[in-house]
């Protein structure tokens, strides 16, 4: 028996641990009686509004380094704001959900009953104490919407006990009731409470997603994969008898049908949604590509990837292609509800911003071979420059010069969030249709596509900033092309391609343009919430905003090995940067679809090519841009560019042996700069000069892009033709 001391000395140890928290109830009720919104907490403590949220609902709870500060602000507002008297609690009567705009909706996807109209909550239980319900006090409706407590998704799987559970996003598990496909469907528009709030007033709510592992599958009649026919096709044939029982049950599919990402609705009514979305990772629905190997996770670790990715981008709609171009559509939505008129209702109407509801042929120089307003031309004849808009990234190198060679290294730099960076701030033309106009005055501020000849632009006599400076131009590409080779004519570019030359200090004279009188940043919003969610994951990787450039190198070695699952979350985003632009652009795929024939994506106002145009010609001429700097400055030039990566010759391994630092942290202005924030660069990677000199000898190609294989320095038989 322990001795009456030894008792005290425990008791003392007890006492001088750490504080407890208040509950998540009391944590939302110190806030909202000192008037601080959650965004304005989340930027105080450094971290995101849905933490915040997941504090106060309880979902989560905070960890060091915020968990000190957080609990030093709870008590000083506790002593500021002391709770009232318990009273008597009475049951409030059912939250109303609030009405629907009266903007249109895809057809059969209108709208959805609220879970928050459900009968009675569902069963939760927390991981490790699966045979106790779990409970909590419910966070107040300020912090979090009623209806989607449980988060934006699923992951439905079957336990060692042959239960049906749903793993939810913060460790939560909830028990399916559901026998067959069609009650998991209405056990998760009535019980679950999963999905999220929209993102603009004027759009809708995201619907819930279900992920269904294998064991899910077979329990619900479906199969584990796909055979290679329905592979092939994307979905299960009509006549699958789990189709049938949807449609017993008075449930229907999109077009796209039972496959790796399903959407089950019914027809609105009253203003309400009933849309449940699918995602079978099995099915190849998480491609590798994008996801790495996210569909192996296990269900509750798998929940916390995607819901991550939900929370900081969006629910997961599709490829992350899709989500990228859906993430644009919800914060822009088409349509709006229109003020009262002399009834009192209202109207749908298009919603300034936007690119409105419905598709936009494009002028023949924007269109992509194949496009119908091209059916003229004959079968097999190849546009030129001048009838074609070519805006891609860069696919350039040359020959290292013998200074170079003498040099040790290469070193590449790569931008970080290059198109994402570039959608910042782009001016594009919205809703209404481009306007040809011939011998137009050039205005940088207007978007289109423009006929010039840039021919004439020196690059070894440029301007910088408000000085003419003298480079080796036959070092550098031209900004101009993707092949970085001068133009030697007239061709169609995108506007900022054009103010770039003129930037440059050089007349520019078009002879015809598309221009589009309707400008707009469209794409800000999107950026921002991209550019966030990376620098948020980021941060979790160890990697954050206020390093200096040494310190940022030291913290980005390895870093996605520090968390391998948040890592997915990272190459998620990135993915969603880069697929959502080449959206604007989507070509024919199969379906026996012939040339001068239209295909599904031309049907989506959001099928422009002219705004993907305008975010690579940014991309490219912010990279020129950067390499033009640091020649000016340095005299030191590129070997090869690939899109966004550069590669220099260098005495030393490192990005600081090619970008000059002083010793107030401060580099070449307008050049490339050590950082995290989209636009800013990290190192690449890095190979000897004899390794590049080798490779090219190898394959004999002088001008072999050697920023293509500067990350690992690994070249296969396919890149050399062996």
């Not at 407890?20 to 909202?32: C, F, G, K, V």
């Not at 629905?285 to 991550?308: C, F, Y």
């Not at 970080?416 to 001016?427: E, K, T, Y």
């Not at 033309?429 to 006929?451: E, R």
Request: charged share 20%.
């Amino acid at each position: 028996m322990p001795t009456q001391d030894e008792l005290f000395d425990a008791v003392d140890a007890l006492l001088a641990g750490e504080p407890q928290m208040p509950s998540p109830a009391e944590r939302a009720r110190l806030r909202e009686a000192a008037g601080i919104t959650q965004a304005r907490l989340a930027q105080v403590l450094g971290t995101t509004t849905q933490t915040v949220k997941n504090w106060e609902a309880g979902r989560s709870e905070p960890r060091p380094p915020r968990r000190a500060p957080y609990q030093r602000l709870l008590e000083g507002w506790a002593q500021k704001y002391p709770a009232p008297a318990p009273e008597t609690f009475t049951a409030p009567a059912a939250c109303p959900e609030p009405p629907a705009p009266a903007a249109e909706e895809p057809p059969g996807l209108e709208a959805a009953p609220s879970p928050a109209a459900a009968a009675g909550p569902t069963a939760l239980r927390r991981p490790g104490a699966r045979n106790a319900a779990w409970a909590s006090t419910p966070p107040p409706a300020a912090a979090i919407d009623p209806r989607f407590v449980n988060g934006p998704l699923a992951v439905v799987d079957v336990g060692d006990g042959g239960q049906v559970l749903a793993y939810c996003v913060g460790g939560l598990v909830l028990d399916v009731p559901a026998k067959t496909l069609p009650s998991l469907v209405e056990w998760t528009l009535v019980e679950a409470q999963l999905g999220a709030e929209r993102l603009n007033g004027s759009g809708k709510d995201a619907d819930p997603l279900l992920v269904l592992t294998r064991a899910a599958l077979e329990r619900f009649g479906l199969p584990a994969e796909l055979t290679d026919e329905e592979r092939l096709a994307a979905r299960l044939p009509d006549t699958h008898k789990a189709i049938a029982q949807l449609t017993r049950a008075q449930w229907q599919l999109t077009k796209r049908g039972l496959g790796p990402w399903a959407r089950i609705y019914r027809p609105a009514q009253g203003g309400r949604r009933s849309c449940v979305q699918l995602c079978i990772p099995s099915w190849n629905a998480l491609d590798t590509r994008s996801w790495g190997h996210a569909a192996d996770l296990p269900p509750a670790e798998l929940a916390s990837v995607l819901g991550t990715y939900a929370t900081r981008v969006l629910t997961p709609r599709g490829s992350t292609a899709v989500t990228g171009l859906e993430l644009m559509t919800a914060l822009h939505p088409p349509t709006r509800a229109s003020a009262p008129d002399e009834t009192g209702k209202r109207h749908s109407e298009h919603n300034p911003g936007s690119l409105g509801k419905e598709p936009m042929e494009p002028p023949p120089c924007e269109a992509t071979d194949g496009h119908p307003v091209l059916a003229h031309l004959p079968r097999f004849h190849i546009r030129t420059p001048a009838e074609k808009l070519l805006e891609e990234a860069y696919d350039w190198a040359r020959p290292l010069t013998d200074e170079e060679c003498m040099r040790r290294h290469l070193v590449g730099i790569d931008v970080n969030m290059a198109f994402a960076a570039s959608a910042n701030g782009a001016i594009v033309g919205l809703a209404t249709p481009p306007v040809h106009v011939t011998n137009p005055d050039f205005d940088a501020k207007t978007p289109g596509s423009w006929l010039v000849d840039l021919s004439h632009v020196d690059l070894s006599q440029v301007k910088v900033g408000k000085q003419w400076h003298t480079l080796d131009g036959d070092l550098l590409p031209s900004p101009f092309t993707p092949t970085g080779q001068c133009p030697d004519g007239p061709a169609w570019y995108a506007t900022p391609t054009v103010a770039y030359a003129a930037e440059l200090g050089y007349d520019v004279a078009p002879t015809e343009a598309f221009i589009r009188p309707e400008p707009g940043r469209y794409l800000d919003g999107w950026y921002k919430r991209l550019r966030d969610a990376y620098v948020s994951t980021m941060a979790d990787l160890g990697v954050t905003e206020n390093l200096t450039p040494p310190e940022l190198l030291a913290a980005m070695d390895g870093y996605k090995q520090r968390d391998p699952q948040t890592a997915i979350v990272l190459d998620a985003i990135k993915s969603t940067v880069k697929n959502g632009i080449g959206k604007f652009q989507e070509k024919a795929r199969g379906g026996g679809w012939r040339p001068g024939q239209p295909w599904p994506a031309l049907t989506r106002p959001t099928w422009r090519p002219d705004i993907r145009a305008v975010v690579i010609s940014r991309a490219r001429i912010g990279m020129h841009r950067k390499m033009v700097a640091l020649a000016a400055a340095t005299g030191r030039y590129p070997v090869a560019v690939l899109s966004d990566c550069a590669v220099y010759a260098a005495d030393g391994p490192s990005p600081l042996d090619v970008l000059p630092y002083d010793d107030a942290g401060k580099t070449v202005p307008g050049s490339f700069r050590l950082g995290v924030s989209p636009g800013m660069v990290k190192h690449e990677g890095t190979q000897t000069t004899l390794w590049a000199e080798e490779l090219r000898e190898r394959v004999q190609a002088p001008e072999l892009n050697l920023a293509r294989y500067i990350k690992t320095g690994d070249v296969t038989s396919a890149d050399t033709g062996e």
